[in-house]
């Protein structure tokens, strides 16, 4: 069975940084892009950046571009987020998934809370 399971989430100040990680198993991780996508309270979960299995291409909305970093390492079966220059409207909880666009399988979250 395809698993995800994201940590590294918690309570950082405006401005603050954070690198979330996601450990995947039970299925060909190197081929297969991944991705993140993130849940803010009482919105609908959005898609915010995803790269291709071999990890060299990256795409991210608008609304991270420039503060977040994905990246893949497919001989540890790892995906991270490397967030920077946060801001209270990142508060959310965070996925990893399968598909360099999303729409695959979605692994247990971790929260990310923001203060102002």
């Known amino acids: 069975d395809v698993q995800l399971q994201a940590s590294g989430g918690g309570l950082v100040q405006s401005g603050g940084s954070l690198r979330l990680s996601c450990a995947a198993s039970?299925?060909?991780?190197?081929?297969?892009?991944m991705s993140w996508a993130r849940q803010a309270p009482g919105k609908e979960i959005e898609y915010i950046a995803g790269?291709?299995?071999?990890?060299?291409?990256?795409n991210y909305v608008a609304s991270v571009n420039g503060r977040v970093i994905i990246s893949k390492d497919n001989t540890r079966n790892m995906v991270y987020l490397e967030m920077n220059s946060l801001k209270p409207e990142d508060t959310a909880v965070y996925y990893c998934?399968?598909?360099?666009w999303g729409g695959g399988v979605r692994g247990q979250g971790t929260q990310v809370t923001v203060s102002s």
């Open positions: 039970g299925f060909a991780f190197n081929t297969m892009g």
């Open positions: 998934q399968t598909g360099r």
């Open positions: 790269i291709d299995e071999a990890g060299d291409r990256t």
